[in-house]
């Protein structure tokens, strides 16, 4: 299914004389502000008040070059006619000063046509949380991109309360289906959490636990992937579960998560792999299955541990062909642990990759770090990466909600420009190997990926860290290079004397045509331990042990909740404190805080190139913890004493004797005091008892890759 074709006229509203807003025409499935390099494309902007002056447009394109857009304009009139730029490529942005008229736009060319299942690139979406008509125009922007998968096309079956609802799901997704068995693009089936009919949780537990827990009977989850697989019979590979080595998204059978048994926890999961895929291979025996989309923190695992070794021993290698996980985990390091059971050599796919460009990042930020993930993943063996996601999922600046590469208001972001190109370039290359121009830069150093293009022949990545800008010399056997940046805009470079001299920020490049990097493996330069504190006996913690009672120590949870010093049956020392939440539990995330550190007066200004990270390590024991759980963290402050982040450790409920709990992090460079809390999550009830709380903060240097002589 196509897209009607983009009108060449299209009309801009403005709400008054002092502010105005791009407006499109009305049209059934058009993308919006995507454009071809010389589509011509004639616009209106309209006021709503006759005006004597025409007012001025400006077009700034992402590297902050900015020009005048000519208009027409009749004095007196309250229609400014003028075309869209569109004769280079690249992420602009049309403005109008005096009206706050703000739109961004993207020029690059339709890569519709590499699409394909045969991409190594796909995405994310949210596509039965939305309308159909918003759906499709969402996968006809990723199509556009370059995009050839498809993930979360589908409903949970966490969205079913009873079985008979299955029917009428089915039915109300029937038109997307058709549409994406219809749409070209490969479908990453996915079946996530379990329905509320069939989750082993009490009932009157709400969604974020019944949705978590094992089904106590495993057959309703086998007879819904086989339903699943025959309505959807054009998706022939699936996924099951998503981050199961997490306790925020699977918690096994109740008796399990509540006695926090992680091996069984553990096995559930492979339990449920099982089951799901006996239903799917049931209606469809050419199916390929995924194992367990987890964290980026596998091998080892986020909440249970060793999750992907314990998985492997329960027998999971026998039920799944492509190996799954997300983000930047280490695929050599997984690759170590398939071997000894015959899957070392499965396709690896990174069904979930990305940042955001909010609390803390940009939009810049967000265009580096991605296209720098993506990349490394795919030189180090992934066969296929998923971006997360399309679009943002809100309009806040909460990190959350700004993951995409367009807006939600389906306005393009700058990654988009940037993942285009690279697709563009990528789509058919296979991995070729590291190159090692770590010292090719006159300062920072440089990173570099080769690829082999079945079209494009040789095709290199190159980035700078450590350094804004610097001079890069690389060598090459050709007489020419092309040169791209992330804007898709290319430049031929000659080559003197075997070398080509490049001018880098820290933006990547790609370049067309081999690279002879320097013998051997690259060795990229570590960040070091400058100092630590507690630099004296003084604990950065004071009563962390609560040998002094409650001192020190404040109680958040206030009706809802009490704190006392428990003696006896304590981990060291005679004391421990014992917080307990009582029924309905808070409404908020509420708890126990220690009073504030001062992290500027402990550790005096750091250099530009040092940052601050933080320990906390402690003993925990829980007695019939029911709801979300506790944990503890840290909350960062700025200088207006707002808490602008925070870092925590899983929660976790249930019953256990004294067990070890931990959480670190980096600092953020903003913050001026922080402070150690244990969070109780809303409607939370139990006791939980803490023991030997410590604190430690380390200095970090970045490498210093000083100006070569």
């Known amino acids: 299914m196509s897209l009607k074709k983009i009108s060449t006229m299209t009309f801009l509203a403005a709400l008054s004389v002092a502010a105005a807003e791009f407006s499109l025409q009305d049209q059934e499935n058009r993308l919006g502000w995507f454009f071809a390099p010389g589509e011509q494309v004639n616009a209106a902007l309209k006021l709503d008040q006759p005006q004597q002056e025409a007012p001025q447009l400006l077009l700034t394109d ?49 890569n519709s046509k590499i699409a394909t299942p045969a991409s190594p690139f796909g995405c994310n979406f949210h596509l039965t949380r939305i309308s159909y008509n918003d759906a499709v125009r969402e996968v006809e922007i990723a199509r ?47 079946i996530h ?81 099982a089951a799901g895929g006996t239903g799917i291979k049931a209606s469809n025996p050419r199916a390929k299955i995924l194992y367990l989309a987890v964290t980026s923190a596998i091998p080892e695992g986020a909440t249970y541990r060793p999750f992907l070794k314990e998985t492997l021993d329960a027998g999971i290698a026998s039920n799944f062909d492509i190996m799954n996980l997300h983000y930047t985990a280490d695929i050599a390091e997984v690759r170590k642990l398939l071997a000894p059971y015959d899957a070392a050599d499965r396709p690896v796919w990174v069904t979930e990759i990305g940042t955001h460009s909010a609390a803390g990042s940009s939009e810049r930020l967000q265009l580096i770090r991605e296209i720098a993930m993506q990349i490394e993943q795919l030189a180090h063996g ?33 990654n988009f420009v940037a993942h285009s190109t690279m697709i563009r370039l990528l789509h058919d290359a296979r991995a070729a190997g590291l190159l090692n121009i770590v010292d090719a830069a006159d300062a920072g ?13 040789s095709l290199n990545v190159v980035q700078l860290y450590l350094a804004p800008r610097a001079t890069v010399t690389l060598s090459t056997p050709e007489k020419q ?10 430049q031929t470079v000659d080559a003197r ?34 100092r630590t504190y507690p630099m004296t006996p003084q604990p950065l913690l004071p009563n962390g042990s609560f040998e002094e009672g409650s001192k020190y120590w404040g109680n958040t949870l206030g009706k809802v909740g009490k704190v006392e010093i428990v003696t006896g049956n304590c981990v060291d020392g005679d004391k421990s404190l014992a917080l307990t939440s009582i029924a309905p539990g808070p409404k908020n995330f509420l708890g126990l805080a ?116």
């Not at 969205?159 to 549409?179: C, G, T, V, W």
């Not at 059978?253 to 091996?263: F, G, L, P, V």
């Not at 290079?481 to 290319?490: F, K, R």
């Open 497 to 530: 004397n075997g070398k080509i001299t490049l001018e880098m920020d820290d933006l990547p490049l790609f370049i067309t045509g081999k690279i002879t990097g320097a013998p051997g493996e690259p060795v990229y330069p570590g960040d070091v331990t400058v």
């Open 594 to 709: 220690h009073q504030k550190i001062d992290l500027r007066k402990l550790t005096g200004p750091l250099a530009e190139n040092e940052y601050a990270s933080f320990k906390l390590t402690g003993f925990c024991r829980r007695e019939n913890l029911v709801g979300r759980g506790v944990n503890i963290g840290v909350n960062y402050y700025d200088d207006t004493g707002k808490r602008i982040r925070w870092r925590e450790s899983p929660y976790r409920a249930g019953s256990h004797d004294w067990c070890p709990v931990e959480v670190s992090g980096d600092i953020p460079k903003e913050t001026v005091t922080m402070n150690v809390v244990c969070n109780v999550a809303p409607q939370t009830t139990g006791t939980v008892m803490l023991d030997n709380l410590s604190l430690t903060i380390e200095i970090r240097r970045k490498p210093d890759v000083k100006k070569k002589e």
């Open 445 to 457: 150093y440089c990173r570099g990926y080769s690829f082999d293009s079945a079209s494009g022949g």
């Open 382 to 414: 992934a066969s296929k990466v998923f971006k997360y996601d399309l679009r943002n999922d809100g309009t806040t600046g909460y990190h959350e909600d700004n993951f995409g590469l367009i807006r939600r208001d389906f306005s393009p972001k700058p």
């Open 193 to 273: 959490y379990v329905a509320q009919y069939a989750s082993g949780a009490p009932e009157g537990s709400n969604y974020n636990v019944w949705s978590r827990v094992a089904p106590t009977n495993w057959s309703d989850l086998t007879e819904f992937a086989a339903r699943y697989a025959k309505e959807c019979d054009f998706i022939n590979h699936w996924e099951l579960m998503n981050e199961p080595d997490a306790e925020l998204f699977w918690r096994g059978s109740w008796e399990n998560w509540t006695t926090n048994n992680d091996r069984g926890i553990i096995r559930d999961a492979v339990t449920y792999h």
């Open 62 to 110: 992402f590297f902050g070059n900015q020009s005048k857009i000519p208009v027409e304009f009749t004095p007196g009139g309250n229609s400014v006619r003028f075309r869209i730029p569109t004769d280079r490529q690249g992420y602009f942005v049309v403005s109008a000063p005096d009206l706050k008229l703000n739109q961004p736009l993207a020029v690059t060319p339709d």
């Open 144 to 190: 556009r991109a370059g995009f050839g998968w498809i993930r979360g096309g589908q409903f949970d079956w966490s969205s079913l309360k009873k079985r008979e609802d299955m029917d009428q799901q089915f039915q109300r997704f029937a038109q997307l289906n058709e549409y994406l068995r219809n749409c070209g693009l490969g479908v990453l089936g996915s």
């Open 481 to 490: 290079l092309i040169v791209t940046d992330v804007m898709g805009n290319s």
